[in-house]
Structures are given as structure tokens and as C-alpha cells.
């Protein structure tokens, strides 16, 4: 049987032409494509593929959000997360999160095909790009993945309450969490680590605004 797939990327020509790709290769079947976070939630909800793959800085949601909340509705799907961004941290929270695949967009057909069969297997791939970047990577803090997710929603403009019914967690929770970052990121003010997170490329506040449009 061929591997069930669902596709989200933001980028329509570099969609149409992953799918394309796809499509040729008789051992998978695209079941959706999505153009933003919340579509791809959906179509993962709907279809129950296999393996998602979803493009890190979606609008409405990015990849990692994505992931996280289809494991809710599909727990079986196995999710890889593409990039053409290089930024060492967060690709890091990326595999610390336990996402099944990274790659770069830059990544040859051969190995997205090898990656979509080892992680519908079960596997965890990383590309050899990406692994580079984690071995050179002397930076960033060790953040938890809810870690990540919380400062995500806080440099997107959320509010405590906004962030704990978002992440279907207590108010008090958000203000571990945001205690915790305060520390670990070795700052005392919101702004300082949102300034901090960008530094260490934590996080793109260009991508957290296109994701509120």
C-alpha cells in the first residue's frame, strides 16, 4: 500500500511542485494539500495520513504548532517538518519535540523519499544538513518543548490567558513556563527575551507576524 501523505506549505509554486514530485512516485498518494497551519490541521484531522509534511513558517500556525496539535486528532501520523530557514535552535526544539523528520529544503528527491519511508516506519531522520548545523551549533538554550511554544505565543502578542486557552493549559502554568524562560534565557523583562529568543534564532518575529495576518 502506498503511503498516505498530507503536504502544507505556504509557498504555492514550491507546493505544487513537492506534490508533483509526489505524485510521480507510485509508492505514495497525497491525500490533501494545505496553504497555511490550520488548514494543514485540518486536512491531517480529515484524512488521517501517515505522514504530514509541513513547512516550518506557515501563517495561522507553523510547523511545530501544527504537529503538536495533530497529534491530538491523528496520533498516528508521523509528521516532517521542511525548512529553507538555518537556524541551529530551533531546529533543535524541532527534534527535541520528537517531530518524526527534518530537513532543509534544500534536501535531494532521493533523500525526501528515503526520509518520508524511514519516518512512515517509525524512524527518526535527520537530514546531514541539519545534523551539521546541530554539531556546530554552540548556541541556545535548552528550552522543553511547551517551553517553546510558549514563547512563541508571547512574541506573537498573547496574552496569559489568551496563551493557556491556546495551549489548553492553567494560567498559572503560562507563568511557570514564562518564569522558566525568564531564567533560562538569562533575562527579567518580556521585551529583553524576545530580543534574547531572535539573538540565538529562536524565534523570526517576521515569521510570528505573517502568522497573524
Given amino acids: 500500500m502506498p503511503i498516505k501523505l498530507v503536504v502544507a506549505d505556504d509557498h504555492q509554486l514550491f507546493l505544487e511542485g513537492l506534490v508533483g514530485m509526489l505524485t510521480r512516485a507510485p ?12 488548514q494543514a490541521i485540518s486536512m491531517i484531522k480529515r484524512h488521517q495520513p501517515d505522514v504530514a509534511l509541513l513547512d516550518l513558517t506557515m501563517p495561522g500556525a507553523n510547523g511545530l504548532e501544527v504537529f503538536t496539535e495533530a497529534q491530538r486528532w491523528s496520533p498516528q501520523t508521523r509528521s516532517i517538518v521542511l525548512t529553507g530557514t538555518v537556524r541551529p535552535a530551533l ?3 524541532l527534534e527535541r519535540a520528537k517531530v518524526g523528520g527534518l530537513l532543509l529544503k534544500s534536501a535531494s528527491q532521493d533523500e525526501l523519499h528515503a526520509t518520508i519511508e524511514k519516518v512512515a516506519a517509525g524512524e527518526q531522520h535527520i537530514s546531514q544538513s541539519a545534523a551539521a548545523l ?33 495551549l489548553n493549559i492553567s494560567p498559572k502554568t503560562v507563568d511557570s513556563h514564562r518564569t522558566n524562560l525568564l531564567t533560562k534565557m538569562n533575562v527579567h523583562s518580556t521585551v529583553a527575551l524576545i530580543v534574547a529568543a531572535m539573538r540565538e534564532g529562536i524565534i523570526d518575529l517576521g515569521m510570528e507576524s505573517r502568522q497573524d495576518d
Fill in 27 to 38: 509508492r505514495f498518494e497525497v491525500l490533501g494539500q494545505a496553504t497555511n497551519g490550520i
Fill in 91 to 93: 531546529l533543535e526544539e
Fill in 134 to 166: 546541530y554539531r556546530n551549533n554552540d548556541g541556545g538554550r535548552r528550552l522543553s518543548p511547551r517551553e517553546f511554544e510558549v514563547l512563541h505565543a508571547i512574541a506573537r502578542g498573547m496574552s496569559t490567558p489568551q496563551i493557556a486557552d491556546f
